[in-house]
């Protein structure tokens, strides 16, 4: 079974800079679009960014959109989310995982699939 280890997270001040890390342990991301969800204590599961699928780009929640960006690195097996101009609110956690090409335009957390563990990102102001 495929693994998603997600690295990255800490502690960082409002205004920074954070890139978090997906790692897989197969080629996944090969046979499906690589995508980011966080999760607030006591809150569900938000989608936040899944990469583009042929001619469309990557769709973003208007929450971090022209904040946030997700990436891949096909050689490491690796997706990204680099995220810029962090504010102080809720501490999340941030999953990756993937979703199907023919879902591709969902942001249902049930259409996505399998999850990492998750990375918290904590941001004080």
């Known amino acids: 079974q495929v693994q998603l280890v997600e690295s990255g997270g800490g502690f960082v001040q409002a205004g920074d800079s954070v890139r978090l890390s997906c790692a897989a342990s197969g080629r996944i991301f090969d046979n499906s679009l690589p995508a980011w969800f966080r999760q607030a204590p006591g809150k569900e599961r938000e989608f936040v960014a899944v990469e583009g699928w042929r001619d469309s780009s990557p769709l973003y929640a208007d929450s971090v959109k022209g904040r946030f960006t997700i990436s891949r690195d096909d050689a490491k097996n690796t997706v990204y989310l680099q995220m810029t101009s962090l504010k102080a609110e809720a501490t999340p956690l941030y999953y990756c995982?993937?979703?199907?090409?023919?879902?591709?335009?969902?942001?249902?957390?049930?259409?996505?699939?399998?999850w990492g563990q998750g990375t918290q990102v904590t941001v004080s102001s």
């Open positions: 995982t993937t979703t199907q090409f023919s879902t591709f335009g969902s942001t249902a957390a049930s259409d996505f699939g399998p």
